[in-house]
């Protein structure tokens, strides 16, 4: 979180101030960089350790289903649904190793 994406809506009764709801919303690892610069930073995704129960993992959640989306979304660059599907493979891959 940062400036850029927290607000607030005028007057709450004990506060003054109110928060908005939520928006800017996207997977910050391919935000661009402040210059302006694109990266394409690896997915590194660990096992987790026993006894962490699978719900708890991240990305194990709705996670797979966002980039899998996100790769059949034809608004997105052909080199970035590319990343997509190999995230949705790797949680895959994850998944089927818990």
């Not at 004990?14 to 661009?32: I, N, S």
């Not at 026993?50 to 997105?76: H, K, N, T």
């Not at 990343?83 to 493979?89: D, G, H, P, Q, S």
Request: include cysteine; hydrophobic fraction near 40%; charge should be negative.
């Amino acid at each position: 979180m940062h400036g850029g994406n927290l607000s607030f809506f005028p007057y709450a009764p004990d506060t003054g101030l109110c928060p908005a709801p939520a928006y800017d919303m996207l997977p910050m690892r391919y935000a661009p960089l402040p210059g302006g610069e694109v990266t394409t930073p690896a997915f590194p995704l660990n096992l987790p350790t026993p006894p962490q129960p699978r719900g708890l993992v991240p990305g194990m959640s709705g996670e797979p289903l966002f980039w899998s989306c996100a790769a059949a979304d034809a608004r997105l660059s052909a080199p970035f649904r590319a990343i997509c599907r190999k995230n949705e493979e790797r949680l895959q891959e994850i998944a089927g190793e818990i």
